[in-house]
């Protein structure tokens, strides 16, 4: 009997972390990729000109958007070794089941280099960005969902052109934008200690950018696989 | 999906056939006749002086570009619903001209802002905007040519083209709620137009002289994309 598409989808994610799990290659370059950028960034500005708590939320999510594109590229780049792609559309599953489980497998890529992330901005920066742990989470949360969407689908368009990898950030990076404003601007009130009414508007835009992205990325997606 | 369109590039080809572009040849006409209108027949402005008639491009420039991503949106939806290669060749030549377009409202638009904001740039609401439909569809180029195999590079440009036009409003929220240097709106509003009625005029000349331009290139494009589908088939790629 054929697995319903939320069954499947958690099967393929499965599929895809077990693989992540048994190599960590991706998420151990995507890690110190994100605390090479941490780094970086601080010496890139003069301290004593620029506040570290001014610059510590642009910097936590520039830091995840180019991360989580490392993470991306493999999604479908995995699949095309020995066209294993071509077993994942034999089986007897919806295509929105594979694109689900692809982008929830994106989903606890990104969280995990949050987690790692997070805390190294508030050492590293001295921002104190866990005291707030709850709301933080919410927002990385609702950020990540949106990032996943739509570079899930990007993803797999990108490992069938001539450009492959090289493609994704040109096309991904607009679409990451009304993702990354909201995200920082809802960060920088959360370590400045304003009052949670500044932050609700752009949590709304993150939850209405998640809602339509997921919608029309699950919908896009059976037209990007090749018949 | 992937079978090519059941119209085929041939329909297309027999009009392209020599002769003068009559379209052409009436749009390069109007852009002169509203050019010279903006130049020798509407007043100054009382406050920004002759600066601010780069307004009659910029605007009717950035209106027609909206409408081409708008045409690139609908004819992806629809190329993904019929099939049609037609489809598809009228948005990848509704998005070029969209880029030409925009590139345009920015070049335009810094040249005025200079002497009337007195800078060249400034991360205003709409300046940001246009610059990230410069670029999403700079990327929808991009990933056209990136693509070899004719129905796949339709499907995906198909696919760009409507998130892309999802994309615009999100863009323009996030932005927005920076603070904006950009006029309200002046022309479109629920009270009278608040524009002299010979600027009103003058502009309204010069957006038909800038659509009918928009449709004779896009007209152009259609052709040279449909004859060089013809010639892919040809080669039988």
């Excluded at chain 1, 866990?130 to 993803?155: K, R």
């Excluded at chain 2, 020798?40 to 406050?47: K, N």
């Excluded at chain 2, 920004?48 to 027609?64: N, S």
């Amino acid at each position: 009997m054929a697995p319903s598409t939320l069954s499947a989808a958690f099967l393929i994610a499965r599929k895809d972390l077990a693989i992540e799990f048994r190599t960590r290659t991706a998420f151990f370059s995507a890690a110190v990729f994100a605390l090479l950028g941490i780094v970086i960034f601080y010496f890139a500005w003069d301290p004593t000109a620029v506040a570290s708590i001014d610059l510590a939320p642009g910097v936590l999510w520039a830091i995840f958007t180019f991360s989580g594109l490392l993470g991306l590229q493999r999604s479908f780049g995995i699949e095309q070794a020995d066209r294993a792609i071509d077993a994942l559309l034999g089986a007897p599953i919806t295509r929105e089941s594979i694109y689900l489980g692809k982008a929830m497998a994106n989903l606890v890529f990104v969280a995990a280099v949050q987690v790692i992330a997070i805390p190294a901005v508030q050492l590293f920066y001295g921002v104190p960005l866990l005291e707030n742990a709850a709301l933080l989470a919410l927002i990385a949360l609702l950020a990540a969902i949106g990032l996943v969407a739509v570079g899930t689908l990007f993803s797999a368009m990108a490992v069938n052109t001539k450009l492959a990898e090289m493609l994704l950030p040109v096309l991904s990076l607009p679409f990451f934008v009304p993702v990354v404003i909201p995200a920082a601007q809802a960060t920088a009130r959360l370590i400045a200690g304003r009052p949670g009414s500044e932050i609700v508007g752009w949590l709304k835009l993150l939850v209405a950018f998640d809602i339509v992205f997921v919608a029309a990325c699950t919908l896009a997606f059976p037209f990007t696989i090749e018949e | 999906m992937t079978s090519p369109s059941s119209a085929g590039p041939a329909s297309g080809a027999a009009k392209s056939a020599g002769g003068i572009d009559w379209l052409f040849l009436v749009a390069v006409l109007a852009i002169a006749a509203a050019l010279a209108r903006v130049i020798y027949y509407t007043p100054f402005e009382a406050v920004q002086g002759p600066a601010q008639k780069i307004f009659y491009l910029h605007l009717p420039a950035a209106l027609d570009a909206f409408m081409a991503f708008g045409v690139v949106a609908i004819s992806g939806i629809a190329y993904l619903w019929l099939g049609d290669l037609r489809l598809d060749r009228a948005a990848e030549s509704s998005a070029e001209v969209g880029v030409v377009f925009t590139t345009v409202v920015l070049v335009t638009g810094p040249l005025w802002a200079r002497p009337v904001w007195g800078t060249w740039w400034t991360w205003d609401a709409r300046l940001t905007l246009t610059l990230f439909l410069w670029f999403i569809y700079v990327g929808y180029l991009v990933l056209r040519g990136a693509i070899d195999d004719r129905a796949l590079r339709a499907r995906y440009s198909a696919i760009l083209g409507i998130l892309g036009s999802l994309l615009i409003p999100f863009i323009h929220l996030s932005v927005y709620l920076f603070r904006t240097l950009h006029p309200r709106p002046i022309v479109i509003k629920p009270s009278a137009p608040s524009l002299p009625p010979e600027m009103l005029t003058t502009l309204v000349i010069s957006f038909v002289a800038f659509t009918l331009f928009y449709l004779a290139l896009v007209r152009q494009r259609y052709r040279l994309a449909t004859e060089r589908d013809l010639l892919e088939l040809e080669e039988g790629r």
